[in-house]
């Protein structure tokens, strides 16, 4: 009898008497910041992580996530998107081949975004209101230094680069904004060899203290990437599309751009090993035709990593070869990259990288950004513009959750299981994105 009564009244206790909103059992979690690499339970609890133990009770939360079998890691950081959705622009700036986050990020256990200079300073605060406003997914910005952002019609116009002004910007919502951006930069006649616009992103990343990155345009002849990466970078600028270029520039070509791999002696060539090694920072960007197994096979086999992975994700490159993070994440995987540095590179570097040493990891305390994968095994299939691989294991979101709310649950492992009420867009300037 008093059994009966006991259990009843556990019963009916509602769920906000629930010490925990979210428990996570039996995953194997890796959080490289905190140098976690075993199965532990993990509590959420006001939107952050509450405790992370090797059992936590599971009937502390109001819901219960089965993740035995599956790996557990921060929400991952694409440090590479071009999110600038819209109809009334050009290029990657307010138009088409922007994507709308949310759709995008969350099925592929993305909780945080960069967008890699779609915006400039000009048409910043119109991306706020349009994107960064309207998204649950944390998004954070590169602003391009040409002022009106990724507009094709204006990329490689020096008149269109205002480092006073991108910076005041960047100053202005420093909240939002993580870095400048350099993109496609590819000047005719007396511009045709120029260090003019590298210059004029590096002078508004120091004027807002911010690192810069660089998407190397073509010149003639080419500007050498030695040069880029030992003299103009400071220590944690960064050099996007690393593993892509035109491998025969500098062997049977003189114009264009550089690639790191010396595909004659399949070497990284020696100055960009010694620049990762004097902090200058390497991304993938995958993008659609940004990677090349050309470069990163000798590259991985080597140990020369990716400090960042990231997908350069837009409308050329989300059906393509890229696809999303886990691909890219399993196919640096079937090159020979480990699964922890894999994991390293898309979560907890991305996050020194942009200066928010709060995001990319589990402490206790920190915003309850999770990702949950499982690690399928089998034979799988990777291509790229030059080529294809095929490797033993390929990640798949189970589960992603933002600010201690399930955004993307793929096979039910939740109890009891919520249906969330779809969010509804805001009306503007009423930020939601902290
Ligand atoms: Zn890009």
């Known amino acids: ?51 992370i133990a090797k059992t936590i009770d599971g009937t502390q939360g109001a819901q219960l996530v089965n993740a035995k079998g599956m790996y557990i890691t921060p929400g991952l950081i694409d440090l590479h998107v071009h999110f600038f959705w819209g109809q009334d622009g050009s290029g990657y700036m307010n138009a088409r081949a922007g994507l709308p986050a949310d759709g995008f990020t969350f ?15 000009k048409s910043f605060e119109l991306y706020k209101k349009q994107t960064i406003d309207q998204s649950q997914t944390r998004v954070l910005a590169m602003l391009n230094i040409v002022s009106e952002g990724m507009d094709s019609r204006n990329e490689s116009d020096i008149e269109h680069m205002d480092p006073k002004s991108t910076a005041e910007m960047a ?15 590819s000047g005719r006649g007396p511009l045709a060899h120029s260090w003019i616009p590298t210059d004029l992103a590096l002078e508004a990343g120091k004027l807002a203290n911010i690192p810069i990155m660089v ?5 003639t002849p080419y500007l050498p990437l030695d040069s880029l990466f030992n003299v103009k970078f400071r220590p944690g600028d960064m050099y996007t599309h690393a593993f892509g270029g035109n491998p025969e520039v500098g062997l049977t070509s003189q114009s264009g751009r550089e690639s790191i791999v010396d595909v004659s002696t399949k070497k990284v060539k020696e100055y960009a090993v010694r620049a990762q090694k004097r902090g200058v920072i390497f991304d993938v960007g995958f993008g ?3 990677f090349l197994f050309s470069q990163g096979i000798p590259a991985i086999k080597s140990g020369f990593y990716p400090n960042s992975i990231s997908t350069d994700l837009h409308t050329g490159s989300m059906n393509n ?26 979560t907890w570097n991305p996050a020194q990288q942009i200066k928010r040493p709060e995001l990319g990891n589990l402490s206790i ?37 933002r600010a201690g709310k399930i955004v993307y649950n793929l096979n039910a492992i939740a109890e009891p299981n919520i249906i ?14 902290p």
């Open 288 to 290: 659609g035709s940004s």
């Open 420 to 433: 969330q009420a779809p969010p509804r867009p805001r009306p503007a300037n009423t930020p939601s994105n």
């Open 215 to 219: 998407d190397f345009g073509s010149a």
């Open 321 to 346: 070869a890229m696809k999303n993070m886990p691909n890219i994440m399993s196919l640096f995987m079937a090159m020979g990259m480990p699964f922890k540095e894999v994991i390293k590179a898309s």
């Open 171 to 185: 100053k202005k919502y420093p909240e939002h904004i993580v870095g400048v951006k350099l993109a496609h930069f």
């Open 1 to 51: 009898m008093l059994f009966i009564l006991c259990s009843g009244a556990i019963a009916q206790q509602s769920e906000s008497e629930k010490p925990y909103s979210i428990v996570i059992k039996g995953g194997h979690v890796i959080d490289p910041k905190n140098n976690l690499d075993a199965v532990m339970d993990i509590a959420i609890k006001d939107g952050k992580i509450a405790a």
């Open 365 to 401: 305390g920190s915003e309850a950004d999770v990702a949950i994968f499982t690690l399928r095994k089998g034979k799988f299939g990777y291509y790229a513009r030059d080529g294809k691989i095929s490797g033993k294991d390929r990640l798949e979101t189970e589960m992603t959750i």
């Open 107 to 121: 099925p592929a256990g993305v909780t945080t975004v960069v967008d890699a200079g779609s915006p400039g300073w």
